[in-house]
Every structure is written in C-alpha cells, then in structure tokens.
C-alpha cells in the first residue's frame, strides 16, 4: 500500500497570508490527525478527523481549522498567518485511531 | 492534564553500546507508542503497547510498559548508527478512547562509529 503523502512538502508565506497543507492517507484509513512540531513545543496535537467529522481537538486558536473529505483525504488551513506558526506539520493516518501512520510532512517558513 | 516526560534529552554513545530511555506520564497510560524520526521527516511507528508489564521487541530494540503503567522504557542493545534519530513516546490522553494523542518531547540519539 502507498504511505501517508502530503503535499506540499515545503512552503514559504509572508505574515498575514492564508495556507492550506494537503493530507491523503493510506487507503482504507478513515481517521486523519494533524500535529504541529516545532523545536520549543515539540509535537503538539491539532485535530483529528473520522470519517469526514472532527473527532477531537487540541489547543490551537480558531485560525487553524481542517476538513475531511469523503475519500479520507484532508487539509488543513491556517489563516492570518504568524511568525510563530513556521513549523512542520505531520499528518497520520489510521485505520480506527490507535496506530498511526506518519506522512513526510510539510515544512511551513513564515517570514 | 496529562503530560508525557522524556529523559535523557539528549544522548550520545559509541557504536555497539547500550542505551534506555525513559518515558514518564503524570497519569495512568492507555496505551503507550514509540516512535523514531529522522530529522525534519515523518515519524516512524516501532512500537505499542498497552497491558501493565508488557514487553516488545523489534530486531534490537525493546520497550516496556511499567505494571503501573505510568512509565516506559525503550532500550537498545548494541546500538549502530542507524539508530540515530529523535525517539518519540507518544500516548492516548483521552480517557474515552477518543484518540486525542499526546508526545514527549523527544530524545535525541546520536551514535557515534
């Protein structure tokens, strides 16, 4: 089976701007979760999504928000971009919620 | 809220030593997940595990859960360079099985040839 693909893989925005990050996950797999890791927070939880709603949800500001798409894949938005927002973010998908299968990632430089 | 609490931070060893590390959390673990990450990559799933007591395997690498299960410990036998990387536990934080997840902050592992 293909793994976990995100895309883009890098990308660079200017404060202020918008950004949508791209998640399919592994076929079959209907739970997508979205984590943020930076050096000083580590990896912090996002979101999960479950067959196409949001089953939970960590402690970000409204301005990150996600959906799920009836085929499992998903995105994830974050406007009105911030320094602090420069960060990789990781997408996992699983079949249920427990394993998780980890994309490459997509490393997000704010200036 | 429940933490997860990764010592060393760091560690550097020579090839063909051995190493733990150690994965506290300040409440009762569900079920605990070890990962490995390549600098700046995706994490890679080593193991689970889930019943007080338990231990896994995988090549030379074994994790166990505490019978209390508050602590794990993931330990490397004759470690090679291919074990470098940042290893990550990683635990279910929602007592309803929600799959709301949690991470350590990570230790960093560098084996030296």
């Known amino acids: 089976k293909a793994g976990v693909t995100q895309t883009p893989r890098y990308l660079i925005k200017t404060r202020g701007q918008q950004v949508t990050l791209s998640c399919s996950p592994i076929s079959g797999h209907r739970s997508v979760s979205w984590y943020q890791q930076t050096p000083g927070q580590g990896l912090q939880f996002l979101f999960e999504y479950f067959s196409e709603t949001q089953r939970n949800k960590g402690n970000f500001p409204g301005r990150f928000s996600g959906r799920q798409f009836s085929n499992s894949r998903s995105e994830m938005n974050v406007s009105t971009l911030e320094l602090g927002d420069s960060a990789l973010y990781l997408c996992?998908?699983?079949?249920?919620?427990?394993?998780?299968?980890f994309g490459p990632g997509t490393r997000l430089t704010v200036l | 809220s429940q933490e997860l609490e990764q010592s060393p931070q760091s560690l550097i060893v020579q090839e063909g030593k051995n190493l733990t590390i150690n994965c506290t959390s300040s409440?009762?673990?569900?079920?605990l997940y070890w990962y490995k990450q390549k600098y700046g990559e995706g994490l890679i799933f080593l193991m689970m595990?889930?019943?007080?007591?338990e231990e896994k395997s995988h090549e030379k690498i074994t994790a166990k859960l505490d019978e209390k299960k508050q602590q794990s410990s993931l330990h490397i036998t004759a470690s090679q360079p291919s074990h470098a990387g940042i290893y990550l536990c990683?635990?279910?934080?929602?007592?309803?099985?929600?799959?709301?997840?949690?991470f350590g902050t990570g230790t960093r592992l560098k084996v030296l040839a």
């Open positions: 996992a998908s699983s079949p249920w919620g427990y394993e998780q299968f």
């Open positions: 990683g635990a279910d934080s929602s007592a309803s099985g929600t799959y709301k997840y949690i």
């Open positions: 409440k009762t673990l569900y079920g």
């Open positions: 595990l889930q019943k007080g007591g």
